[in-house]
């Protein structure tokens, strides 16, 4: 099950652009067939205002219908994944990256991107046939869980920070991050100044050791977490681990920043080998 239900997902601005991709957060793995008649009870507005929603994200590929009068997403996320594959820098960068690593990690690798409250796998590669990561690709967790969210969280500029603090304080607080500002401040802070984060709280019996990616100074982008199994992990082994995960992320990042948009041909499909 999805980490973040479209009840928690923040919803900003009260635009009509807002309720109708808002719409599409209301589609998940859980509840993948919407019907109007449903989208009425659950929007709470009138039949005409969710026919025209419809319409609209149907005319844009967005949604299809389906047998029963429901509706699914529709292809023309198919088309937006392509045009990603072919044009992230990022997924350009970080493959070749994870291709060097894969004897040295022995394990698992991830790539992870953010938006709001929500960080999800853009890339997974293992080396461990007996690893299985509950991070897949496209599967959104909380930005307060997980290695891989949490040294995002903690290299988000102070006034998010603070932002988070007020209006996140229970989530912040079950998540073990700290019951005020000062506590989750320090937390963040501690993260900071070693550079990297290692975490158990999603997989229990995996370890994932997380650095911070940035497309400029001081402008957090994703995450590249490296993932062992516990058993057998020594302190000095997470501790190489995440001098690794660093150092890799000063290169990715290094590249990322020299990246100029229009210059060159389209980037070819990347791909871990």
């Not at 009870?41 to 419809?54: C, D, Q, S």
Request: proline share 7%; glycine share 8%.
């Amino acid at each position: 099950m999805d980490s973040v239900t479209p009840a928690s997902r923040p919803v900003s601005g009260d635009s009509s652009i807002t309720r109708v991709l808002g719409v599409l957060d209301l589609f998940t793995p859980e509840t993948p067939v919407w019907t109007v008649d449903m989208l009425v009870v659950r929007l709470g507005v009138g039949r005409a205002t969710v026919y025209r929603y419809v319409r609209a994200l149907c005319d844009a590929g967005f949604l299809v219908p389906v047998a029963g009068a429901g509706y699914v997403l529709g292809p023309r996320f198919i088309e937006f994944d392509r045009s990603i594959r072919l044009a992230d820098p990022l997924l350009h960068i970080v493959p070749p990256v994870m291709a060097e690593l894969r004897d040295v990690v022995n394990g698992g690798q991830l790539l992870c991107a953010f938006y709001g409250l929500r960080v999800l796998t853009v890339l997974q590669d293992k080396t461990d046939p007996n690893i299985t990561m509950s991070m897949e690709r496209g599967r959104p967790f909380p930005l307060f869980q997980g290695s891989p969210s949490r040294v995002i969280l903690a290299h988000l500029p102070t006034y998010q920070l603070r932002n988070l603090a007020l209006n996140q304080q229970a989530e912040i607080a079950a998540a073990g991050l700290g019951e005020n500002w000062a506590d989750f401040r320090d937390g963040l802070r501690a993260i900071r100044r070693a550079g990297y984060l290692a975490a158990s709280d999603i997989d229990k019996a995996l370890v994932g050791i997380s650095a911070p990616i940035f497309h400029a100074p001081g402008a957090v982008a994703a995450s590249l977490c490296l993932v062992r199994t516990r058993e057998g992990l020594t302190a000095a082994d997470e501790a190489f681990l995440g001098g690794v995960a660093v150092e890799a992320c000063k290169r990715i990042s290094a590249e990322l920043q020299a990246f100029r948009p229009g210059e060159g041909a389209a980037f070819p499909i990347s791909r871990v080998r």
